[in-house]
């Protein structure tokens, strides 16, 4: 069932693209190349006059918001997924504006819609706590029935109760919605994945996305070895796209657009099919000895220098 809508959300600082008819977006082919655009053309930086984040509806339970490029480079994605219980919004944006009133606005419409009227909690974890993905962190910390995911591998891996990490994937039940939560360090010690059981899709953060995926030099055995339990994951599912974080890629295969691009014309979707993570997963395999720069149609893998001990602290809410 899953069809685009574009949500009108009406908040005075935040303007939307005209509502979309419907589109008859028919299920996907099992693990097929993506032909169909699955949303409404985001905002990529090149307008003066685009809002500062658009959110688009991909089904009546499940929000993609992006931050303009125009208030932060990366231009992130953050995604917001409703079951019957809780809310999960993961990631909050790069900081150079506020993403709490936007949240908060389409959880007040989602609990009006379904005439929900006790609160409904909010989670608020991340595909890995680099700071473009959890700077409007600090806007949540005093929001009521609000929990705040840690930063660090033991922190996530405590907060979802995965024993072995990053070996055990986890189910994490929104209320009639369940998720799988899959440990994936490499990019980032603390990265997961998280696999949507109701629309199947795959959640991918900044370990698979149209850009430059950077693997620091010395984790590159780390990012092979978690790219290989995703596709075993993935083995015996059925994967409709996978979304991540960012876009650096244009449409022209291979392409990025350069660093801190302060917008994106000719942008490639948003989506990845399947197939990319197959491929991926051979390149991880071929490169995992032998790190290099590893361009592809519709990703780049980027060696990194070896990252320092992170010293960044949890936010002030530790994960309950
Ligand atoms: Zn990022």
């Avoid at 303009?68 to 790069?94: H, K, M, Q």
């Avoid at 033991?154 to 994490?172: G, L, S, T």
């Avoid at 994945?193 to 629309?199: G, L, Y």
């Avoid at 395999?285 to 990194?304: E, G, S, T």
Wanted: glycine share 6%; charged share 20%; with cysteine.
């Amino acid at each position: 069932m899953a069809f685009l809508r574009t949500l009108a959300v009406l908040a005075a600082a935040i303007t939307l693209a005209a509502p979309a008819a419907a589109l008859a977006q028919a299920q996907a082919p099992t693990q097929a190349k993506a032909k169909t655009p699955l949303f409404e053309p985001w905002i990529d930086g090149t307008s003066h006059t685009e809002p500062r984040m658009q959110v688009q509806r991909y089904d009546a339970d499940t929000y993609v918001i992006r931050q303009s490029i125009r208030t932060n480079f990366e231009g992130p994605f953050l995604y917001l997924l409703f079951g019957r219980d809780r809310v999960l919004l993961l990631d909050t944006g790069a900081g150079g504006l506020l993403v709490r009133p936007t949240i908060d606005r389409v959880i007040a419409d989602w609990c009006a819609e379904h005439h929900r009227t006790a609160p409904l909690p909010l989670v608020v974890a991340h595909s890995h706590s680099h700071g473009d993905h959890r700077a409007g962190d600090v806007e949540f910390k005093d929001r009521p029935d609000t929990v705040i995911v840690g930063w660090t591998a033991p922190e996530v891996a405590a907060f979802f109760k995965i024993a072995d990490w990053p070996h055990d994937v986890v189910k994490f039940d929104l209320g009639g919605r369940v998720l799988d939560i899959i440990p994936t360090p490499g990019h980032h010690p603390s990265h997961i994945m998280v696999f949507d059981e109701r629309t199947r899709l795959l959640l991918s953060g900044d370990t698979l996305y149209p850009g430059r995926l950077y693997v620091p030099l010395d984790q590159f055995g780390v990012y092979r070895d978690s790219i290989d339990r995703v596709v075993a994951f993935t083995k015996t599912r059925r994967v409709s796209h996978i979304l991540g974080a960012h876009i650096e890629m244009t449409t022209t295969p291979g392409k990025d657009f350069p660093f801190e691009a302060p917008g994106h014309p000719d942008e490639h979707a948003l989506e990845l099919p399947y197939s990319d993570l197959l491929e991926l997963q051979a390149a991880a395999q071929k490169l995992a000895d032998k790190p290099a720069y590893d361009k592809h149609n519709d990703f780049i893998v980027f060696p990194l220098p070896p990252t320092p001990p992170a010293k960044a602290a949890s936010p002030a809410q530790p994960a309950k």
